[in-house]
């Protein structure tokens, strides 16, 4: 967990990252992801939606078509930037039953016992207190209601685990965003400790071939570089970070490659879990 003088550096550097993210929908796996996860989550008409760092609104925006009318979808993040293109996509889709708030994810306002279903889609893993999150949600949530969350194995993308490994060469200490919930165990136990019951994990591959040319080198290193998760590098001076990249982008080109290209292994962890039935 943060201290708090770091949580306030993270949260601005996390702004940053996102609020220039202006072709978030084009990327590889938001959207097949998300649709995932509401396929597992199984919502149903006249709910209550909440999804946690909405991003644009993919999660949120199709969660509404599926509890109709009667239902009503509650899309927050932190983002400026990704809630305004949000707010655009539902002006465009004629929904009526979503609403996109500036929130902090860490940090919900909303009435205990009020949600049917609580969502994240490739975010939970921003999030500074995961076993506090997880807690909240519990709360949040009514008797009986589902949580669905997805989260990336422990190491996966080689690329951003390269880029980690040459910055700590650096005395650069990145974190791993994907170690808390990188491990079945670890969902396990993080949910049974917030007291969610029946929790579900599936395992699906969403990795790829790519070519490891200096080209895609260079796009990888700024990639990462502009990341929350790998900023940390510019803390560097001048001839350091750039002896910092040019070692990046020597090691990506000697990655091992077959016919196909090399392999960014990308496995991803889609959960969910109930709250129990109240007896009360």
Same mark, same amino acid.
């Given at each position: ?18 609020? #220039? ?13 998300? =649709? ?11 709910? =209550? ?19 109709? $009318? ?8 932190? $983002? ?32 205990? !016992? ?43 993308? #080689? ?15 990145? @974190?791993? @965003?994907? /170690?808390?919930?990188?491990?079945? /165990? ?5 949910? *049974? ?24 080198? /260079?796009?990888?290193?700024?990639? !990462? $570089? ?11 001076? @001048? !001839? *350091?970070?750039? =002896? ?11 990655? @091992? ?24």
């Amino acid at each position: 967990m943060l201290e708090a003088a770091e949580k306030q550096i993270y949260k601005r550097q996390l702004l940053t990252d996102f609020n #220039s993210r202006t072709n978030y929908d084009q990327g590889k796996f938001y959207t097949p992801v998300a =649709k995932k996860l509401l396929s597992l989550v199984k919502l149903g008409k006249g709910q =209550k939606i909440l999804d946690v760092a909405t991003g644009t609104g993919i999660v949120a925006l199709d969660a509404a078509t599926i509890v109709g $009318s009667s239902g009503k979808v509650i899309g927050v993040d932190i $983002s400026t930037g990704m809630l305004n293109n949000a707010k655009q996509k539902l002006v465009m889709s004629g929904l009526q039953n979503v609403e996109f708030i500036e929130a902090d994810a860490d940090d919900l306002n909303f009435s205990d !016992n009020y949600f049917d279903a609580i969502l994240c889609s490739l975010a939970i893993c921003y999030l500074t207190n995961i076993p506090n999150v997880l807690y909240q949600w519990y709360n949040l949530l009514k008797s009986n209601g589902i949580v669905g969350f997805n989260a990336w194995s422990e190491n996966a993308f #080689s690329p951003s685990r390269i880029f980690r490994e040459v910055a700590a060469r650096y005395g650069i200490k990145i @974190p791993n @965003p994907n /170690e808390p919930l990188g491990k079945l /165990e670890k969902c396990h136990q993080f949910l *049974q400790e917030a007291g969610f019951q029946d929790i579900n994990v599936q395992t699906e591959q969403f990795g790829w071939y790519f070519i490891p040319d200096t080209h895609t080198a /260079e796009e990888l290193w700024v990639i !990462n $570089s502009k990341n929350v998760f790998g900023y940390q590098v510019f803390q560097l001076l @001048p !001839n *350091q970070l750039e =002896k910092c990249r040019a070692e990046y982008v020597a090691e990506i080109q000697a990655l @091992p490659t077959t016919t196909q290209g090399a392999w960014c292994d990308a496995p991803i962890f889609f959960v969910t879990a109930s709250k129990p039935i109240s007896t009360s």
